[in-house]
């Protein structure tokens, strides 16, 4: 549990992407199919989600798509350390170049963790997160022609000052080398696997 403060420039940089204005991505154009829609992510990926869910561009390279209550949108604390907000996100090369600990490069070997210092838990509010476990591994079909690095993290979410566990998350991770693309999960976010599975290239 015992992790660096995030250095003073990094922390600035962090705070930036936190509370960056929040704008409909251009190149998430969508077309309603009848209860969904289609949105074009990065390279080319096309997912068909439902059309309920919602597609912010926090800044570039950092996308989420929200799928449910998202308390922290609009506030300073949005961003990819909040809580409580339902959604995953679609990450590119930036985001990935400094996707673990002390902010090196991500690779599937670790958690998705851009930070030095102890997280906030994902879902539930004034927790933090605790030591992770890896539990599942393999490839994902992520649309015709694209296999994707596939990772399952469970992770306990603890009190501070006892490290009591008081609430569990899972951070599922989807990561595609070639097209520099990364998509993270902390919310189980049911039928996410299926919409990746159909995703179309274009």
Known sequence: MNRKTIP????????????????APAAASASDLGGTRQVHLRKGLTLTIPASWRVDAVSKDWTRVITGSC??????????????CHSFWVL???????????????????????ATDVGPCPVRKNL???????????????????????????????????????AHFHQREWFLPTSKILIVDQWNTPGLDGILKKAAWH
């Open 8 to 23: 003073a420039g990094l922390a600035v940089l962090t705070a930036a992407l936190a509370a960056a204005t929040l704008v």
């Open 71 to 84: 308390p922290t949108r609009g506030t300073a604390d949005y961003g990819f350390r909040d809580s409580g």
């Open 92 to 114: 590119g090369p930036k985001a990935i170049k400094i996707g673990h600990e002390l902010f090196n490069a991500y690779t599937p070997d670790g958690p998705f963790y851009p």
């Open 128 to 166: 933090y997160i605790g030591q992770t476990k890896l539990v599942a591994k393999g490839l994902r079909q992520v649309g015709p022609g694209h296999k994707a690095y596939y990772r399952d993290w469970a992770g306990p979410c603890v009190t501070m000052t006892k490290f009591k566990v008081k």
